[in-house]
């Protein structure tokens, strides 16, 4: 179970170890001043969005909107919030290694005003990421557009950083061979994945998905790294991180919250080391196409798979259709590969998307993996193509 230190316990001098795979209780600020300086080789913050809700809302059935209206999201003005902002961006910077990367997430409400506070302490802007949800909130009131999406930015500590971590190869590979791109498709946070209390309520009103941490921990950490989370909330990033391989840190001062994470986070089985290998090098390029849905059928001209909406291997493993540390095998069951964690496949020494190490296993020059690799159910073997039907089924319902 991970552990829950105060800040007494922590001796920056000292240096000690004792703050690793913990919640430490308190207030973010103070809590990074106690951390050791360059120690962290990822940041991922998810700090208050300061949504300044003016009243209660509610659905057109008048039924009560559970909108975010706790303290932690209560600032007096923008200038408190951006004063605020300024400070733990100052405190995650010091205790970052200088190959480190810091990802934060926000709404329109705040990740503007995040956005310029980042430059303006020099950091530099690798990207910016569009989480797209498959499932948002309507906009009850119909006076704007639905706000459907969040943006993270990723951002080194300085315009000179060099040597931090970004697994291309395996990000790739997990696309089927397709460079990812920066817009990314995933749910909000539901079902048995969400924290509720014994009231049925949510635990946390802003609960992530482990699918978008998942991805931002296989992009650019290794087994191993230290992973801070500054607003460690319900601990999602905590449970990731731990089933990844990953040390992580995390920082709270609500007890119940810490109380929600610790019980997480210690129910969390890490996977086994041969699903956490990083595919590196040139040939580990495998590929995952924008899950962008067709138009229409005012649009509908061309017909068949060429038509369908591109949806790749690691979108299977993000949804849960398939876990890592499955064994595929071709229908005769002759080869068979293990399911990593970053989305590629492993056998024999060997590693590469779907369609790579497929042809590899045969001695082809090409191979279709989605035809070729099949997936034991009960005692059928099915091709992994019918899973990614499901995923198509699902994305021709947002239309």
């Known amino acids: ?52 809700l003016g009243g209660t809302l509610h659905r057109p059935d008048q039924s009560l909107v559970d909108a975010v209206d706790d303290d932690w999201d209560q600032f007096a003005s923008f200038e408190a919030y951006d004063a605020f902002t300024r400070a733990w961006l100052l405190a995650c910077r ?59 930015i990723w951002a080194t500590p300085n315009a000179k950083a060099k040597g931090y971590t970004f697994n291309y190869e395996a990000m790739k590979a997990a696309n089927d061979d397709v460079q990812m791109r920066s817009d990314w498709l995933f749910p909000i946070c539901s079902g048995s994945e969400r924290l509720k209390g014994d009231d049925g309520k949510k635990v946390h009103p802003t609960q992530k998905p482990e699918a978008l941490l998942a991805r931002i921990l296989m992009a650019s950490t ?70 962008e849905p067709l138009g229409k059928a005012t649009l509908s001209v061309m017909t068949g798979k060429k038509a369908e909406p591109r949806v790749a291997f690691n979108t299977l493993i993000e949804s849960g259709l398939i876990k890592p540390g499955t064994v595929l095998t071709d229908a ?8 990593r964690a970053d989305g590629t496949l492993a056998s024999g020494g ?8 497929g042809a590899k296993v045969q001695g082809l020059d090409a191979c279709n993996g989605w035809t070729f690799w099949h997936f034991e159910d009960g005692s059928v073997l099915k091709p992994i193509d019918e899973l990614r039907s499901v995923i198509r089924n699902d994305l021709a319902k947002l239309n």
Not at 246 to 260: M, N, P, S
Not at 350 to 357: D, T
């Open 94 to 152: 010091r205790v970052l290694k200088p190959t480190g990367t810091l990802w934060v997430i926000g709404s329109y409400h705040n990740i503007f005003r995040v956005g310029a506070i980042l430059q303006d302490l020099h950091f530099w802007v690798l990207n910016d990421i569009i989480w797209r949800k498959t499932n948002p909130m309507p906009n009850f009131k119909g006076r704007r557009f639905q706000n459907a999406h969040e943006t993270l």
């Open 222 to 291: 290794k087994p191993g790294d230290v992973v801070l989370d500054p607003f460690f909330g319900s601990g999602t990033t905590g449970a990731v991180a731990k089933r990844l391989g990953r040390h992580f840190v995390g920082i709270e001062r609500e007890q119940d919250y810490i109380d929600a994470a610790a019980e997480r986070i210690a129910a969390v089985e890490p996977l086994g080391k041969a699903t956490l290998s990083v595919m590196t090098g040139k040939k580990a390029e495998p590929r995952v196409a924008a899950v």
């Open 350 to 357: 060997e590693a590469g998307s779907i369609h790579r190490l």
């Open 1 to 52: 179970m991970s552990s829950v230190v105060s800040l007494a316990e922590i001796s920056r001098a000292a240096r000690p170890l004792n703050w690793l795979d913990s919640i430490i209780k308190g207030d973010c600020v103070a809590a990074l001043n106690a951390l050791p300086d360059n120690s962290v080789d990822v940041v991922f913050a998810d700090p208050p969005y300061n949504l300044q």
């Open 332 to 339: 005769k069951r002759r080869y068979s590969a293990i399911v």
